[in-house]
């Protein structure tokens, strides 16, 4: 009797809560709720599966998941899209005794309805703010669809492009990932959770995921700790500073203890350390897989580790739900661990609003007001040719006119539509309408009076080459070729690493049978990592690295090649010369016998068949006016620890005919530590948009915070001595100065 009357209590209160919000916080109504569960109906709040309408993982068919839903014993759940499917989920979880809303998570990882760019893509455009933008648009898209949680932004550094997850992310710099990372928590959240166009965001993988062995995906990571917090950390730091409302932990071992089971980095760092509060949810399965790593006997030591450890949420392992219950009662567990996490998981749902209205965000006006909107569309335009990074563009070929009386438009990428959109996209019945591709922008662009040939020329992925000459004679048709080459959608990214990182297939033989026809080719590379295209690189006339960019690929690319963009792009990998340098990276440090130069070999670090410089080094892009750096000057050449700062200035001028924007990048090396250091790190960058035969200083403000490493004990600190500075368009083509830090 008093049960019932404590329940009816809670549902009302928690349904009008909204009017009567100001009476109590949310971690009292927290508690009010959690006095009134049982032990079972806490541990569903832990448990998460996949809807049955998608998979993103190995699945576990076990039993009717409405019915689990009815009896309190899931929480949260992925996969499940759409405001029908969402609400028809939620009124199940309404019919459970206490009514606690579902959570409902979704991949979100390069836009919603609107495909933007892969995000490694979107990180070339170093451009912060369109990045967050971005992600305010997927936010608001996704939450229209009844999605409270992006399972976004992955900010694991990579450093191998054999690593097919190098697509999600920012790239090889913890600063500019760092940035990034902030940037794309603030575009999910928005104006706070409060707000029904905000979703949660999870910050992924936690730790070290892209340092896999190999770049085999799910493998082992073995790191120093001073790599782990120098590179590897950082970026999830700033997502947790900036407010990111959860994090997923990774499937990799870090030293020999998997992520989801790691006591160190789930709570002496991001709990004790970080201070941070909320949500962490395993990866899929990665609780179980804990037995597969050797780490664990059996589930239900899995589930003990995990929850130890600091993993709230278990997705799709199904350890919490079977074996918690029993490890509570016989109390393998440390008292006040479930509650513990069941309130993480709670304060969410009612900051989310969810207590007071469980169904706002099933809207269906509101859903149907996210498809095919046009600003959306036009900001991933605008990302989009922000995102194309242009390497080579000798004798002035591009821009091409629109004018061009024929141009053949060659290879597999041409007409193709949703290999435009790359890994991780939704898809959507009417994708294929709304996706521009590569020939409807490129024909839109042209002037009606010129004419567009076609010819496929061979698969992405096979051995035919039958097509050949049927393209070979359209190229010989034609004033100018564009080619479009690159990886299928399914080439990067989740389990798909790649041990050859080359053009697939026979297109590789496709580029040289259509240079033999003596045209000027504009080669297009449509692809989720950085690929190796030697050949192309030393015969091709003009190449543009295109990656994957979504729905609007064909107006960007036809932007950047007409001229209506100036190319702007700079990648956030380096790119190898061969398979075999990776893993490659700018801020590497140095040997006891470096390599002076590329060529020198005696007795030096390097490659005896091959330079040991990267094909195209961290930060390099070109556009159409090379942009000129004069007066490196520093307002003084030594800093005192404390509050002394100095002006680091340089001018950069536009020296070509076409205005563009350039990012100016400032690097540090710090010559002597008590730990070696990197020959070069990012430490700022600013964008500057500059007229045709425009100069402008950009000044940075340099100060000893951004001379601070990780020593030997961890402790981030600044040791006195020589510094240079470096600033340029790229990590390589740099000017230089010198200054001291002193105590
Ligand atoms: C596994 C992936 O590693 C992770 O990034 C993703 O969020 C989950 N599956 C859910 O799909």
């Known amino acids: 009797m008093i049960r019932y009357f404590l329940i009816a209590t809670y549902c009302a209160t928690a349904l009008f809560a909204g009017a009567q919000a100001p009476r109590k916080t949310i971690a009292q109504r927290v508690d009010s709720v959690?006095?009134?569960?049982?032990?079972?109906?806490?541990?569903?709040?832990?448990n998460q599966y996949s809807g049955d309408w998608s998979h993103t993982g190995p699945i576990t068919a076990d039993g009717d998941k409405q019915t689990q839903i009815r009896n309190g014993q899931l929480g949260s759940m992925l996969n499940v899209v759409g405001v029908e499917h969402t609400r028809m989920l939620q009124e199940q979880a309404m019919k459970s005794r206490l009514k606690i809303p579902l959570l409902f998570g979704q991949d979100v990882i390069h836009g919603f309805r609107t495909t933007f760019p892969i995000p490694l893509a979107q990180a070339c455009s170093w451009d912060t703010d369109e990045i967050e933008r971005a992600e305010r648009i997927a936010g608001t898209e996704s939450s229209a669809y009844g999605i409270h949680w992006a399972f976004s932004p992955m900010v694991d550094i990579a450093r191998d492009a054999r690593w097919g997850r190098v697509m999600e992310g920012s790239g090889e710099d913890p600063y500019l990932g760092s940035k990034i990372a902030a940037a794309r928590v603030r575009g999910f959240q928005g104006k706070g959770l409060g707000n029904t166009d905000a979703v949660m965001a999870c910050v992924k993988h936690y730790a070290a995921y892209g340092a896999a062995v190999g770049g085999r995906d799910y493998n082992d990571v073995d790191m120093s700790d001073l790599s782990l917090w120098q590179y590897y950390l950082p970026p999830f730091k700033a997502a947790a500073d900036a407010g990111a409302a959860s994090f997923m932990t990774s499937f990799n071992a870090l030293n020999g203890i998997p992520a989801t089971g790691n006591r160190y980095l789930l709570r002496d760092i991001l709990r004790k350390l970080w201070k941070y509060t909320g949500i962490v949810v395993s990866d899929w399965g990665a609780i179980g897989e804990m037995i597969n790593h050797g780490f664990v006997a059996d589930g239900k030591e899995a589930a003990k580790a995990a929850l130890d450890a600091g993993c709230d949420i278990d997705?799709?392992?199904?350890?919490?739900?079977?074996?918690?219950t029993e490890l509570a009662r016989n109390k393998k567990i440390k008292a006040g661990l479930i509650d513990e996490a069941v309130a993480r998981v709670l304060t969410k749902k009612f900051e989310l609003g969810l207590f007071d209205d469980p169904f706002r965000f099933c809207n269906q006006a509101r859903e149907k007001s996210q498809e095919n909107v046009q600003a959306h569309k036009d900001a991933a335009r605008s990302l989009s040719r922000k995102s194309i990074v242009l390497l080579k563009n000798e004798n002035n070929l591009l821009p091409l006119s629109k004018k061009t009386k024929t141009v053949a438009f060659i290879g597999p990428f041409a007409k193709s539509v949703r290999d435009n959109l790359g890994f991780w996209s939704m898809e959507w019945p009417d994708d294929t309408a709304t996706i521009v591709t590569?020939?409807?922008?490129?024909?839109?662009?042209?002037?009606?009076?010129?004419?567009?040939?076609?010819?496929?020329?061979?698969?992405?992925?096979?051995?035919?080459?039958?097509?050949?000459?049927?393209?070979?004679?359209?190229?010989?048709?034609?004033?100018?070729?564009?080619?479009?080459?690159?990886?299928?959608?399914?080439?990067?990214?989740?389990?798909?690493?790649?041990?050859?990182?080359?053009?697939?297939?026979?297109?590789?033989?496709?580029?040289?049978?259509?240079?033999?026809?003596?045209?000027?080719?504009?080669?297009?590379i449509n692809a989720g990592r950085p690929l190796v295209f030697t050949w192309a690189s030393d015969n091709i006339t003009a190449i543009v690295y295109t990656w994957w960019l979504g729905s609007e690929a064909g107006h960007a690319i036809a932007d950047v090649l007409f001229g209506d963009?100036?190319?702007?792009?700079?990648?956030?990998?380096?790119?190898?010369?061969?398979g075999g340098q990776v893993p490659i990276y700018y801020n590497y440090r140095n040997t006891g016998r470096p390599a002076p130069n590329d060529s020198t070999l005696f007795y030096v670090s390097g490659y005896i068949d091959l330079l040991h410089s990267p094909r195209y080094p961290f930060g390099y892009g070109i556009g159409y006016s090379p942009f000129q750096y004069s007066g490196f000057t520093l307002s003084k050449s030594s800093l005192r620890k404390g509050k002394d700062s100095f002006s680091a200035s340089v001018t950069v001028t536009n020296t070509g005919r076409y205005d563009g924007e350039?990012?100016?990048?400032?690097?540090l090396r710090d010559h002597t530590a008590s730990v070696a250091r990197p020959v070069k790190e990012l430490i700022q960058y600013r964008k500057v948009w500059l007229k045709s035969g425009e100069s402008k200083t950009i000044v940075f403000m340099v100060d000893e915070k951004q001379c601070r490493f990780y020593n030997q004990q961890l402790a981030y600190i600044s040791e006195p001595g020589k510094f240079t500075l470096f600033v340029g368009g790229n990590s390589r083509d740099v000017m230089e100065t010198t200054f001291e830090l002193v105590q």
């Open 565 to 578: 963009y100036n190319p702007s792009g700079k990648i956030t990998m380096s790119f190898p010369r061969s």
């Open 34 to 46: 959690m006095k009134l569960m049982t032990l079972e109906e806490k541990i569903g709040q832990l």
């Open 315 to 324: 997705m799709e392992s199904r350890s919490y739900k079977n074996h918690l």
């Open 662 to 667: 350039e990012t100016v990048q400032l690097y």
């Open 438 to 524: 590569q020939w409807q922008g490129i024909r839109q662009a042209l002037s009606p009076e010129s004419q567009l040939l076609y010819a496929e020329g061979c698969h992405i992925n096979d051995q035919d080459s039958s097509g050949f000459a049927q393209a070979v004679s359209t190229a010989e048709q034609a004033d100018v070729v564009i080619l479009s080459v690159g990886e299928a959608r399914d080439m990067s990214g989740e389990a798909k690493s790649r041990s050859n990182i080359q053009l697939p297939g026979v297109q590789e033989q496709l580029i040289k049978a259509i240079h033999a026809t003596g045209k000027p080719v504009v080669l297009l």
